[in-house]
């Protein structure tokens, strides 16, 4: 029998919001949480030293992209993605259900999996709710997901429950596959239904019965707005136990993760503080800044002066604007260091919050 995946230690007095402890092999998460995204085995533009720098506890890893390069046995032979990439500290990875969504294009749902053409060269490759638990235990990760249809919007009803159904017996299939096996690593479900509370309620429950160590909100971020956004995140948290982590997948805007963790979710990851970084952007106290706008060509200050981190304290903004206009790869990795500094300071403090009994 595995050991506890998640320990409660206080819920807010005036709203939902949780502080916890994540266990996992490579070491406890302290929950709320924000995960950098790190797709093809590095968080762009930085290094782990920098991540472990900036108090990073876990991050995320991408099972499609991994496997179609370098491809998961050759990690397993050179000693797990750990190891490969030079990180000490916990893994996610998905499963590869957002590129159902993001590369429909290039790939057909069938009974039995999902059949993409490989962005890369063409290939065909077929990722099946048991291969990609093979991935996974391949790749040595902390927690797994398991294969999902990730619906867009919009989308019928009758079509958001039809991928349910679908996705509802994958998951069946890999928790079958993962239980005689689990190597110490964890498998959460993953709830989908698109706008409709009805398949969002199908989903949650189903997903319990088959019963898994924790739970991911899918579906979200995936065209519809933010009021629908947080409309399905406000239905579906109260359905999901109590004593297992909650996550939703793919929020990283400050004002997203604070309405989550006020409805109880513990995670959350998202490419946005990289990926605007790389395009001169950066989160401020304030609200969001153009580095590359002329108004900070001779400005002295700091990206924002009530940061702490290394780049709001050293370099100017008129410094970091030089560095984009010269186009400089030192200059998108200066902002990725601050934007993810920020959320995962952003998340701390509320979770001191909660424990202070002040939120």
Request: with cysteine; aromatic share 6%.
């Amino acid at each position: 029998m595995m050991p506890p995946t998640f320990t409660l230690l206080k819920t807010a007095t005036r709203s939902r919001a949780r502080a916890g402890i994540l266990h996992t092999l490579h070491g406890d998460i302290p929950t709320p949480v924000f995960m950098p995204v790190g797709t093809q085995a590095t968080v762009k533009s930085l290094t782990t030293d920098h991540l472990r720098t900036l108090n990073v506890p876990i991050i995320l890893s991408n099972t499609y992209h991994l496997a179609l390069r370098p491809g998961t046995d050759l990690i397993a032979e050179l000693g797990g993605l750990h190891h490969f990439m030079n990180w000490d500290r916990p893994i996610l990875t998905d499963s590869g259900g957002f590129q159902v969504f993001s590369l429909a294009k290039i790939r057909k749902i069938k009974p039995e999996g999902v059949m993409f053409h490989s962005h890369l060269d063409g290939s065909k490759h077929l990722f099946t709710p048991e291969s990609v638990i093979d991935h996974q235990r391949n790749l040595g990760s902390d927690i797994m997901m398991p294969l999902d249809i990730c619906t867009p919007h919009p989308a019928t009803h009758a079509q958001t429950a039809h991928d349910l159904d679908i996705t509802l017996q994958w998951a069946a299939q890999a928790k079958n596959h993962w239980e005689p096996d689990p190597r110490n690593q964890l498998l959460f479900g993953i709830v989908q239904g698109g706008i409709y509370p009805d398949l969002r309620e199908k989903s949650a429950t189903a997903l319990q019965t088959i019963d898994f160590p924790g739970y991911a909100i899918g579906g979200v971020s995936v065209g519809e707005s933010k009021a629908a956004v947080e409309a399905q995140i406000r239905h579906t948290a109260p359905l999901l136990p109590d004593d297992k982590p909650k996550y939703v997948m793919g929020l990283g805007e400050p004002e997203n993760l604070k309405f989550a963790i006020d409805e109880g979710i513990d995670m959350f990851d998202c490419v946005l503080p990289t990926r605007l970084a790389r395009h001169g952007h950066a989160f401020t106290a304030t609200g969001r800044l153009n580095i590359k706008n002329a108004t900070h060509t001779r400005d002295p200050q700091g990206l924002d002066p009530t940061c702490s981190c290394g780049v709001c304290t050293t370099y100017s903004r008129a410094y970091l604007r030089h560095l984009f206009m010269a186009k400089e790869m030192l200059g998108p990795t200066l902002l990725s260091l601050h934007n993810i500094h920020f959320l995962i300071q952003y998340v701390t403090q509320i979770r001191t919050q909660i424990l202070e009994g002040t939120r």
